[in-house]
């Protein structure tokens, strides 16, 4: 019968980093959680930097290894605790300094949450050969968190990790604060993403101001559009994405978004904006930070305001053209409902009566001699028209006598 790996003696940060060449277990409280990259065996490496009662500060560095990006600690909050089993204590930097690796082959991790008066630590994560006895641990891991119970605002200070500083201290813009060539930093909801997520749709709720027009016409073929719906997303897709509010696409030049996924809530740090052929579109830079903002308050306030501007009749009507922009050509149903272009691109109905206020931002042919007519002398265009969340082509036939009808 095999005989069963005793469970490891936890050891106190300061004792540990004299154990060096040492398999070693301790208990820190996590105050930073650098970005994972990928190594040259395809293996994935998570730098995190812990403290104890006897380390508080700079804290000590663990580098976690695995060998898929999930199975990486997914650490939730600044002051969450971990415990490490057999992470292996060595030295770098011509033995000047010491850290430890918790490789994924002895090594294993434990993350918690929670803890206090009252409170039971809640296990939310641990590494696949994570086979201990939690209970051996429970007073290790009271003890040192009656240590830091009044040092919230240290831990704080001390830490790097998703929760740097309150919302309402932050410099949070939204998307339609952006400006052309500008970099800010946003709260929003990632939406939809490719495979290799080079890729992004993001959403805030808020309409993006107007793009520039810097083309007087556009080919049939050619994708003009912040959303591209036409090109890039197909209607299943677009069946899932929410109806009002621009949805915003992020290119990427690096594996900023490999911790996230679509559905998650995010905050995007020095994101880069500017206008792509008449479209809105936001690109990475070498200070773009991505951090979750599952608790964010601001997540909270703007789903508030989505929700209200979905309940009220005048909703959908974008926030640059609000009430009504000058000049618009009024309709006698008054009855039709304030639509926006998601709304007519997903509509279950094939016909129906409805408003909606877009903007003209490209025809083909864009001179009026260059209509094409037919025998019963009606003219074709083909108008591309646009509202803050999508764009869409549209087919306009009209008589000479004046009376149009959108033929698609």
């Not at 601001?298 to 501007?309: G, S, T």
Request: overall charge neutral; hydrophobic content about 35%; charged content about 25%.
């Amino acid at each position: 019968m095999a005989r069963k790996r005793e469970s490891p003696k936890l050891v106190k940060i300061k004792d540990a980093i004299n154990l060096i060449n040492q398999r070693v277990s301790l208990i820190g409280i996590v105050i930073e959680q650098r970005e994972p990259k990928q190594c040259r065996n395809n293996d994935w490496i998570c730098t995190l930097r812990v403290i104890d009662d006897t380390y508080p500060s700079p804290g000590f560095t663990v580098n976690v290894f695995s060998n898929t990006l999930e199975q990486l600690p997914q650490i939730k909050n600044y002051d969450d605790m971990i415990l490490f089993t057999r992470i292996k204590m060595q030295t770098f930097d011509s033995g000047k300094r010491v850290n430890a690796a918790c490789d994924r082959w002895v090594a294993s991790f434990a993350l918690f949450e929670g803890g206090g008066t009252g409170k039971d630590f809640v296990c939310y994560q641990c590494s696949s050969n994570f086979h201990e006895e939690e209970a051996l641990y429970k007073s290790s891991m009271d003890d040192l968190r009656k240590v830091f119970a009044g040092s919230s605002g240290f831990l704080k200070a001390q830490s790097s990790i998703y929760r740097v500083t309150p919302c309402s201290q932050e410099k949070i813009s939204f998307l339609r604060e952006i400006k052309n060539g500008k970099c800010f930093d946003l709260v929003c909801k990632i939406l939809h993403a490719d495979e290799q997520m080079s890729t992004v749709f993001v959403w805030d709720g808020t309409d993006a101001p107007p793009a520039f027009i810097l083309a007087t016409g556009v080919e049939e073929d050619e994708a003009f559009s912040s959303l591209s719906v036409n090109t890039f997303l197909s209607r299943d897709t677009l069946l899932s994405f929410p109806t009002l509010g621009t949805i915003l696409r992020v290119s990427l030049s690096s594996h900023l978004f490999h911790q996230v996924k679509p559905g998650d809530w995010v905050k995007l740090y020095h994101l880069h904006c500017e206008v792509d052929r008449g479209s809105w579109v936001g690109k990475v830079t070498n200070s773009t930070k991505v951090r979750r903002a599952q608790d964010d308050c601001l997540v909270e306030k703007i789903m508030r305001i989505y929700d209200k501007r979905i309940a009220s009749k005048l909703g959908h009507i974008p926030y640059w053209s609000f009430p009504s922009p000058p000049g618009l050509t009024e309709t006698d149903d008054n009855c039709a409902p304030f639509v926006s272009l998601m709304d007519i691109i997903t509509f279950p109905k094939v016909t129906c009566k409805y408003k909606c206020i877009v903007r003209v931002v490209a025809a083909y042919p864009w001179q009026v001699e260059d209509f094409c007519s037919d025998e019963n002398r009606r003219h074709r265009v083909l108008l591309t028209l646009e509202d803050p969340i999508a764009t869409l082509g549209v087919l306009l036939g009209f008589r000479i006598s004046g009376h149009t009808d959108i033929e698609e």
